[in-house]
């Protein structure tokens, strides 16, 4: 059949009501005293809003084709991301064959170079890649996992982050994953809270679960080696984002220095396949955490596992709900997938995206059965009721 053309192009915010999924309130477990960079100043360590974690809001990424069919996404670059779609990417998308994705994403990517590479412009690049995913999909009558080979498994499994692991476990997760809650900042009184934390978690859900802790980019070297060494008698399965994004070679020597059978993990911060090169040619981890709403899009995230491969690393994308689920369920170096825990007390399964997505799968029992994710395109709807704002029209 004769592909059709990219029509039109439109970017949307959508703020308040409870549908910027970036937006938790200060009752939620993600944002109550986790440790971060910038816990180091005692007036933004209680809350990562008070820094302003939640400035940028949500961004809704639209493509329409000229046979009527749209696609769109979601992700976090909000009204800056809406300005970078409209008055400047949408040149290199309307009027394109919608198969030419590849292309799309390689003059996208070159021509904010200048002022890219990394952060708010390759968060907007990954939503408008993830559009066109699920446009392509949605003309050929296909799940975005079929244009990208097709299933390697029957069903997904699932760990938890959570700041409940034991309650994850009797939901049937095979692991939780903790937000780490004191820093540096806060010395050894703040280390020995941490650990007794895991020690007090190892006893309520037994040796078998997997237990992690996301430290959010929030240490140092000395400190993430140190606890890594005295969180080692409870089995901590692995340490997340320990350090700066930047500091590759602090991670290789933490790499180097944690307890034998621990593992080091990074990844949701960086960006396209230059990133995760330095990660996996420098032996910084041993799971690569790409976000595909932010590390460039399926396009690059595909790449970026190709690279993982051939280094025998694995690759767990970080949350982004049925984006990544499309793509877990394709490679086999990514042998279970992530589940963020949106629930304000992380005592229910709630929808990643909800109320914005309608029709977002959940796990059940921690599983998910692949053909849950058989509708064409990402098989998610945008919800009606939730307003968009289109900032910068043409």
Not at 328 to 352: C, G, H, K, Y
Not at 369 to 381: M, Q, T, Y
Request: with cysteine; hydrophobic share 40%; net charge negative.
């Amino acid at each position: 059949m004769a592909m059709p053309t990219i029509k039109h192009i439109r970017a949307f915010t959508v703020r308040g009501g409870g549908a910027d999924y970036h937006d938790q309130s200060r009752d939620h477990w993600i944002d109550d005293h986790i440790a971060t960079p910038m816990a180091k100043y005692p007036e933004y360590r209680q809350s990562r809003q008070s820094f302003g974690i939640n400035v940028l809001g949500t961004l809704v990424v639209e493509i329409e084709a000229s046979d009527g069919n749209v696609g769109f996404a979601v992700t976090t670059a909000g009204e800056i991301g809406a300005f970078i779609v409209e008055k400047h990417l949408a040149r290199f998308v309307e009027g394109r064959c919608v198969a030419e994705i590849e292309k799309i994403w390689d003059q996208m990517y070159f021509a904010t170079q200048f002022y890219g590479r990394k952060g708010v412009v390759l968060n907007t690049i990954s939503g408008v890649d993830l559009a066109l995913w699920d446009l392509l999909a949605k003309i050929r009558g296909e799940p975005v996992h079929a244009l990208l080979g097709g299933p390697v498994r029957d069903e997904l499994t699932f760990y938890a982050t959570t700041a409940r692991p034991d309650l994850a476990k009797q939901m049937g997760f095979v692991g939780g994953k903790m937000p780490l809650q004191h820093g540096p900042a806060e010395g050894e009184a703040g280390l020995r809270k941490n650990v007794e934390k895991l020690a007090a978690m190892r006893a309520r859900v037994g040796d078998e679960f997997w237990l992690m802790f996301d430290c959010w980019m929030a240490l140092d070297l000395n400190y993430a080696t140190r606890l890594a060494h005295a969180c080692a008698p409870y089995g901590l399965k692995w340490i997340e984002e320990c350090l700066s994004p930047d500091d590759y070679w602090g991670y290789a020597e933490l790499r180097r220095n944690v307890p034998r059978g621990m593992l080091v993990t990074t990844g949701e911060h960086e960006a396209t396949r230059w990133g995760f090169r330095l990660l996996l040619e420098m032996g910084c981890c041993d799971i690569i955490q790409p976000d595909v709403n932010w590390c460039g899009g399926m396009t690059e995230l595909v790449k970026i596992s190709a690279l993982a491969d051939a280094h025998g690393a694995l690759v767990v994308p970080h949350g982004s709900s049925v984006y990544s689920y499309h793509f877990v369920a394709t490679r086999t170096n990514s042998p279970f997938a992530e589940f963020l825990m949106m629930a304000p007390q992380a005592d229910r399964i709630v929808p990643m995206f909800s109320p914005l997505l309608l029709d977002e799968p959940v796990p059940i029992e921690g599983r998910m059965k692949v053909s849950l994710l058989d509708k064409p395109g990402f098989g998610v709807r945008l919800n009606p009721a939730c307003a968009l704002h289109r900032p910068y029209p043409r």
